[in-house]
Each structure stands twice: as structure tokens, then as C-alpha cells.
């Protein structure tokens, strides 16, 4: 595990009944739970991916964050430890870069990446349920084989529908990045 960043700021209090307070809470219990201390930094971060609804790069999530939260490193390594404890998935995408989405629950999450702007768009909840228990279905045949720690991670690269209400209507939310 990564060490944590010392504060000698008051941590804010997470008795607020808002998503996102009651997603940070969740956060903060696994973290808790995991032996991390929760601090300044990593609710900052936290609060910075569950604001997000779909995927970031560790430059844009330091980018949301005020001057004063952390530097770009204290970013690198709390995602690092958020990934290893699941908190936070990683996505790949077509050039290269890496993305980052808060993943509280085990809903996995499949996008598809517009291959002309970038723009990414979360796969519908029926496309989406539909691939995870294909995916579960190869995942139990490989562990029947003997393989361990079976895991899968898939995107999709298509040109996105050249009129916005084709992808209205196939509810596709695309957000370009850069």
C-alpha cells in the first residue's frame, strides 16, 4: 500500500445526506477498512471522481482540484492506491491514455470512445448487463480451466452517429477527452 499524506487540516464532516456525501462515505469505509488514513488529499480526490460521471485522466482530476488540495504526485499515488483496493477502475483507451472512473460498486463499467473526437460514452444499462454476463460466462470457463484472478476489461472504438438524436435515443453520453 501507498503511504498516506500528512494533513494538519480538519477533515469535513460526512453527515450530509446528499449522493455524493453518502458515495464519499462509502469511499471513506473502504478505506477505513483497508487501513488507510482518510485524509485532506484523498477526499479531495474521491469527491473530484464521484462528481465525475464518466472517466478522467489524472490531469484533469488534479485540474478540478483547488491550488491548495495536492500536487499532481499525491494524485498519481492516490489513484494508484484507490486502484488496488478497487475503488477507482482503470480504463485504457485507443491513444494511449489512461482513465479513471470511481467504481463504489462491483457494476462493471464498459464505454465506447468516439474514434474521430475522443469523446467517450458510457455503454447503455442493456448493452452494458448484456456484455457482463457474456463476460462472466468466460470468466467461470477460464477458472474451471485452473486460471486465477480472472479479470476483463473491454472498450469499444466506433465513429459515433453523425445526428446527436441517434445517439439520444441509443442513450449514449459522450464527453470529449483531451
Known amino acids: ?12 464532516q460526512l453527515n450530509d ?19 488507510l488514513r482518510i485524509t ?26 483547488s491550488n491548495t488540495a495536492c500536487d499532481l504526485v499525491t494524485v498519481y499515488r492516490c489513484l494508484a492506491a484507490f486502484e488496488e483496493l478497487g475503488l477507482v477502475r482503470r480504463c485504457f483507451f485507443h491513444n ?7 467504481a463504489l460498486d462491483d457494476a462493471p463499467a ?9 469523446a467517450v460514452g458510457e455503454l447503455d444499462s442493456d ?28 472498450e469499444f472504438f466506433a465513429r459515433a452517429p453523425k445526428h446527436p438524436i441517434d445517439r439520444v435515443q441509443h442513450g449514449s453520453v459522450m464527453a470529449e477527452i483531451r
Open 1 to 12: 500500500m501507498i503511504a498516506s499524506t500528512q494533513t494538519n487540516h480538519p477533515l469535513p
Open 40 to 65: 485532506q488529499p484523498r477526499i479531495a480526490i474521491l469527491e473530484a471522481l464521484i462528481k465525475r460521471a464518466l472517466p478522467a485522466s489524472i490531469e484533469q482530476i488534479h485540474a478540478e482540484l
Open 96 to 102: 494511449g491514455t489512461s482513465l479513471y472512473q470511481i
Open 127 to 154: 448493452l452494458a448487463i448484456e456484455l457482463s454476463e457474456a463476460m462472466q460466462e468466460i470468466e467461470k470457463k477460464l477458472i474451471a480451466r485452473g486460471y486465477t484472478n480472472v479479470s476483463h476489461m473491454v
Open 17 to 35: 445526506e446528499s449522493p455524493t456525501a453518502a458515495a464519499l462515505q462509502i469511499a471513506c469505509n473502504r478505506l477505513k477498512s483497508a487501513g
Open 110 to 118: 464498459y464505454h465506447v470512445v468516439d474514434k474521430a473526437s475522443n
